[in-house]
Every structure is written in structure tokens, then in C-alpha cells.
């Protein structure tokens, strides 16, 4: 079983941790928030830190760590956190333009999630 400092609900990829770099140069700190909804209003939108305001109906789902100063904080709505609390979220970019505010769409590519299930003892370590 994984510690607690190995042991976590969001991830990213490479690809999605280098664009983080470059958009972090451009604009600042950054976060994410992942959102219910249909179409690419269930999709990670990324926000200058702070420009996105979460609440008490916000899960923190933890911190990607893309080697940057500060590592990019990840939320999630409650009511979406309540459907996927049993899953590993995975950042992701892809080719393709979304239609939300997400800073990436003007680079002709948009963030997407990629899942799986977390094991039994990934969230015996969560939900201690």
C-alpha cells in the first residue's frame, strides 16, 4: 500500500505538464477546476490561480506537480466529486479546440481527462 505522499486522485501526462510550463510563462500561476455538465462542460478547465473562485461546493483534489515553483492546484465540483470519488483523474492534451475558457484553446489543443479506478488500498490511504 502507497503513503500518503505517493498516494493521489489527479495526475497529469507529460505532454499536458509541458503545455502547464509554457502556459505558466505566459500567465501566471495556474489552476484547474473540473466541472459536471455535458459537452466540454465536463471537461478540466484551466485558469489563471485565483480567476476560477471555488467554494464550499469544490473538492480539492490535490496538486500536479508539473517542475514548476508551485505545483498546479486541481478542483473539482462536489457534486462531481461524488460520482468520481472512486477514480484516478489523469490530465491530458490533445489536438483539438474545446469550447470553454480553458487557456489552452487558443494553442489548437484542449485538456482532456483520462481514468481509472482507484485500487482498495489507494483509497483505504484517501479516505484515512
Not at 495526475?11 to 505538464?17: E, W
Not at 468520481?84 to 470553454?100: E, F, K, N, Q
Amino acid at each position: 500500500m502507497g503513503s500518503p505522499a505517493t498516494v493521489s486522485r489527479v495526475g497529469v501526462t507529460g505532454g499536458a505538464a509541458q503545455l502547464l510550463r509554457r502556459l505558466t510563462g505566459t500567465h501566471g500561476p495556474l489552476m484547474f477546476h473540473q466541472s459536471g455538465g455535458c459537452c466540454d462542460g465536463s471537461a478540466p478547465m484551466c485558469f489563471p490561480d485565483g480567476e476560477f473562485v471555488t467554494g464550499d461546493q469544490d473538492v480539492f483534489l490535490g496538486d500536479l506537480d508539473v517542475e514548476l515553483d508551485r505545483p498546479v492546484p486541481v478542483w473539482i465540483s462536489r457534486p462531481q466529486f461524488e460520482y468520481w470519488r472512486y477514480t484516478h483523474l489523469t490530465i491530458d492534451v490533445v489536438p483539438g479546440r474545446g469550447a470553454g475558457f480553458s487557456l489552452e484553446a487558443p494553442e489548437g489543443v484542449r485538456f482532456v481527462i483520462r481514468s481509472r479506478m482507484l485500487t482498495e488500498d489507494e483509497l483505504a490511504v484517501l479516505d484515512a
